[in-house]
């Protein structure tokens, strides 16, 4: 079940195995944390308990699926709802999600317009709307032979041995429906996909998350999830974008594993949600493996950005470079990294380094920075740095000196903060769309301070 992806790992197990069985549908599948009955001893959480029957009860029956999903609720059920008391979200505040009334999607929506894609690119796209594949609007016709994207309980990206797929495929996430301010009401969508390249295949994969148009202050949930195994020698080239609603919440896992030789590379921009979080959890199971994380975070608005990554090294010759950087320039914005790099004991002649960045734009902000470089292995090349700071001085007078007024000087170093990882993403037109949203943020920070 998906919507454990925001709950912790399970650290003690309870007495009682429960087991939810598939009830009668509802009209209304809906609920809030009011209307939770706390009789329930057996269970650890009163709401995880009431939040898994209804993702129950929104599902299709499948007898292939039945045992798979009675697992998932075992582990859901003896986890408790994550809060501030719990290590990995000190710093994260999750009730904005636990005081909604939470109702799972459980019919692909009618659109009554096409999602915007760059038909000059001509990359193979999936339209991915609250969560259902939408056929209609995709486009998968210049896949090479034996490329294979598909879905039905989740969508599958397959590139088979020596493959290299040379267009990115786009996958395209649209949040639909969405709650009206003050009706608490908070639609869920869960999609998952599942990427596997086989040995020497190479694919680059963007994923794209946004809300339907007009729908920019719409409180809604997704919840996706995405793993990806890549074979020996083979290489991914992972695009992240997210610009949804700054009402939503967006709870995103992505979970690696890399075979010898393998190269996976990821560059991400988040600049939607109330609450955004990713969690990145990144395995190299052989020698030789590489791995490039670059992320830039940027909070706006009364909003929570989020980065929670692990990489873990277990054989000899692996390299990792992580870049994190966030920009938070409003008074209730918030910035959050925990980044945990761990160099076990066989990863000899390794070579790690993880950097981060925060600028702050307003003394009010907050950020909470921790970053985590375990080194258990003795010959290793590791670094880590981080820097929090608002702009300096020297730089706002290089510009002055030279007839720039001070708002556009602003503009021009707060801006070039986060190009450097903008810049990274792969695709000249995804760069170009990520760079004027980005501006155009940017640009509406600065004239509100203004005024």
């Given at each position: ?8 790992q ?18 209304s ?12 001893a ?58 909604s ?11 009554d ?25 995709s ?5 090479p ?24 495929i ?24 599942f ?5 020497g ?16 202050d ?92 692990r ?31 761990k ?60 007839g ?17 990882v ?22 509406s ?7």
């Amino acid at each position: 079940m998906s919507a454990s992806a925001i709950t912790p790992q399970i650290r003690t197990p309870i007495t009682v195995k429960a087991k939810i069985k598939h009830k009668q549908k509802q009209k209304s599948m809906s609920f809030s944390l009011s209307t939770t009955p706390i009789t329930q001893a057996s269970f650890s959480d009163p709401f995880v308990l009431q939040l898994a029957e209804t993702l129950e009860d929104s599902l299709s029956p499948s007898v292939s699926l039945q045992k798979l999903r009675d697992s998932s609720s075992e582990s859901l059920l003896s986890t408790s709802w994550p809060s501030r008391k719990d290590e990995p979200f000190r710093f994260t505040d999750t009730s904005f999600i636990r005081h909604s009334q939470i109702i799972p999607i459980i019919k692909p929506p009618q659109l009554d317009y096409s999602p915007s894609i760059n038909e000059d690119t001509l990359l193979p796209n999936l339209v991915i709307a609250d969560g259902f594949v939408l056929n209609s609007m995709s486009n998968l016709s210049n896949l090479p032979d034996g490329v294979y994207v598909g879905a039905h309980d989740m969508t599958v990206v397959y590139v088979p041995a020596g493959v290299k797929v040379e267009n990115p495929i786009h996958l395209k996430y649209v949040s639909v429906e969405g709650g009206e301010e003050g009706s608490k009401k908070l639609p869920v969508s869960n999609p998952r996909v599942f990427v596997v390249v086989e040995e020497g295949g190479e694919v680059g994969i963007i994923e794209e998350f946004v809300s339907k148009e007009g729908n920019d202050d719409k409180y809604y949930w997704a919840n996706p999830v995405l793993e990806v195994v890549i074979g020996k020698g083979a290489k991914v080239r992972h695009s992240y974008v997210q610009s949804q609603s700054l009402n939503s919440a967006h709870i995103k896992w992505t979970a690696v594993r890399q075979e010898a030789a393998s190269t996976y590379e990821l560059v991400e921009v988040s600049t939607g949600g109330k609450l955004s979080r990713h969690n990145l959890h990144v395995q190299q199971l052989g020698p030789d493996t590489a791995t490039e994380l670059s992320t830039f975070h940027l909070s706006v608005g009364d909003q929570t950005q989020d980065l929670h990554s692990r990489l873990i090294l277990d054989h000899p010759r692996g390299h990792s470079q992580q870049l994190h950087k966030c920009i938070v320039a409003h008074s209730q914005g918030q910035a959050v990294f925990d980044g945990n790099v761990k160099v076990n004991r066989y990863a000899q002649q390794t070579d790690a380094g993880q950097l981060t960045r925060s600028l702050l734009l307003e003394p009010r902000a907050t950020v909470n920075v921790k970053p985590n470089l375990q080194i258990i292995a003795d010959d290793v090349k590791c670094s880590h740095g981080a820097a929090i700071s608002d702009l300096e001085e020297t730089q706002l007078f290089y510009f002055l000196a030279r007839g720039i007024d001070l708002e556009t000087a602003r503009k021009a170093l707060v801006f070039s903060f986060g190009a450097e990882v903008i810049e990274r993403l792969p695709n000249s037109f995804m760069q170009k769309q990520v760079e004027s949203h980005v501006k155009g943020l940017l640009s509406s920070t600065f004239k509100g301070s203004s005024n």
